[in-house]
Structure formats: structure tokens, C-alpha cells
């Protein structure tokens, strides 16, 4: 296990990024189940037939805040209605609004936290690749996602990881490029490309529509595209040669 310590600092430097996770809009909840239905969750007992060069990646979507008003959930729905459309993954969401992780790591965790772990670790686990969602707060990422990836370590291993973020005029970006150091040190692999939308308030609609979607478009698809490469490839070489790191 990894040991990291991650820090959560609430004190706004900045009203425009800070803002950006507080949604005027009714859409404040969880990411809608009519959305996370239309989608096949990855499950830790999943047969090995369904795990060959053919079957669809199974990848995971990582929603990093759980901040209170968040808006998270408008990101995480727009991503699932195209993740979903496609052929070669099915998607579960991790929503860690829903799991209750402690900061101060443990290798003996207490029944309690055993049980949040079982919440999440076997489906971390399953998952053949990555998207986490995460917003930009203080120039990094929430205390809460850090907390996620150090109370793990294999289950990230040789498997592709693709960023989502949100946040001021940033866009989440700074948040990410952090990201990219601590997944290199759990053996994961970043795509290079990600889906980041700067002022993220601004470009959604009440409905959660993007209000000029061919950029974000584009570049969702070039982002799974190049997941969906580096998720086979890394299957594919597991399958002959079980990774060691």
C-alpha cells in the first residue's frame, strides 16, 4: 500500500474556481440513475469470457468531489451519454459522495472502514480502464479522490487513466497535471488527451445540455479513442504476462 498524505484545503484562492463547483442550476444530485441504468456496471466477478481481446473495457468513472452543491453530476451525466453510446466499453460509476474513506491510512482498517473499502475496491479492481472527474479546488484536486487512490495501489496498476475536469479559467487543468505525477506512481498510464471545460457554470444549460458542444465532443471521443487503445493493449499484455511492478 502507498502511503500519501493529502491535504484539504477549503479556503478559496480564487472565487472563480471555487464557484465553479457550486451549480445554480437543479441538478445538484448524484449522476441520474436513467443515466447510470443505460449503462453496464463492471463487476469484480465478472466471468474470464467476458474479459478477451473482443469484449468491451470495462471502465470505470471516478467522481471525484463530494462537495456539498457540487457540480460534478452535470459533468458526470454529459460523459455517460457518450461513454455509453459506444461499443467497446461499459461504464460504472464510482460516486465518492457515497463512500466514506479516512485520510489517515491503515494497513489493519477498522470493520467500518472495511466496509466502505468493499464498496468500491472490487469494482476498482474489475475495471480494465479509467476516467476520473475531478474539479480544480486551490489549484489541486479534492482531499477525497486523494484519499480513494492511497487507500489503493494494485487495482490501478498497468491500466489507462483519462481525465475529466472542471473548474475557473483553468478548467480543471492544474488539478489534473497534479493527477498525472501520483497515477505514475501507482503504475497507471494517463492519456495524454483530456475533457476539460473551463467556467464549466457557464456551458451547460438548466438540462445539463452543453450549450456549444462540437469542441467537447471532439474531444471526448479522441480521449476514449486513445482508452480504449491503451485499455486492450494493457489487457492483452496482462493476459500473456501478468504485470510485476
Known amino acids: 500500500m502507498a502511503s500519501r498524505l493529502a491535504l484539504d484545503l477549503n479556503k478559496g484562492l480564487s472565487i472563480t474556481l471555487i464557484g465553479m463547483d457550486i451549480t445554480p442550476q437543479a441538478s445538484l444530485a448524484a449522476p441520474s440513475s436513467a443515466a447510470a441504468e ?13 474479459t478477451g481481446p473482443a469484449a468491451p473495457l470495462r471502465l470505470a468513472l471516478v467522481v471525484g468531489s463530494n462537495r456539498e452543491g457540487r457540480f460534478a453530476p452535470v459533468v458526470a451525466d454529459w460523459f455517460l451519454g457518450r461513454a455509453g453510446a459506444r461499443e467497446d466499453f461499459t461504464v460504472d460509476v464510482v460516486d465518492l459522495a457515497e463512500v ?5 491510512l491503515s494497513g489493519s482498517p477498522r470493520p467500518a472502514v472495511r466496509a466502505e473499502l468493499a464498496k468500491v ?3 476498482l479492481a474489475a475495471a480494465d480502464a479509467f476516467v476520473v472527474l475531478t474539479p480544480e479546488y486551490n489549484h489541486s484536486f479534492p482531499a477525497a479522490l486523494k484519499s480513494l487512490i492511497d487507500w489503493h495501489y494494485t487495482e490501478w496498476q498497468a491500466k489507462p487513466v483519462g481525465f475529466l475536469s472542471y473548474g475557473g479559467v483553468s478548467g480543471g487543468l ?6 498525472r505525477q501520483v497515477f505514475a506512481e501507482m503504475h497507471a498510464v494517463t492519456v495524454r488527451d483530456t475533457v476539460s471545460f473551463r467556467n464549466a457554470g457557464e456551458q451547460f444549460d438548466s438540462e445539463g445540455r452543453h450549450r456549444d458542444p462540437a469542441a467537447p465532443e471532439a474531444a471526448v471521443k479522441t480521449m476514449l479513442d486513445q482508452l480504449a487503445w491503451w ?8 493476459a ?6
Open 240 to 245: 500473456r504476462r501478468p504485470y510485476g511492478g
Open 38 to 50: 443505460s449503462h453496464a456496471s463492471a463487476s469484480a466477478s465478472a466471468s474470464a469470457s467476458a
Open 121 to 123: 475496491s472490487p469494482r
Open 100 to 104: 466514506d474513506l479516512p485520510t489517515a
Open 174 to 179: 492544474r488539478a489534473v497535471e497534479q493527477l
Open 231 to 238: 485499455g486492450s493493449a494493457l489487457r492483452e499484455a496482462k
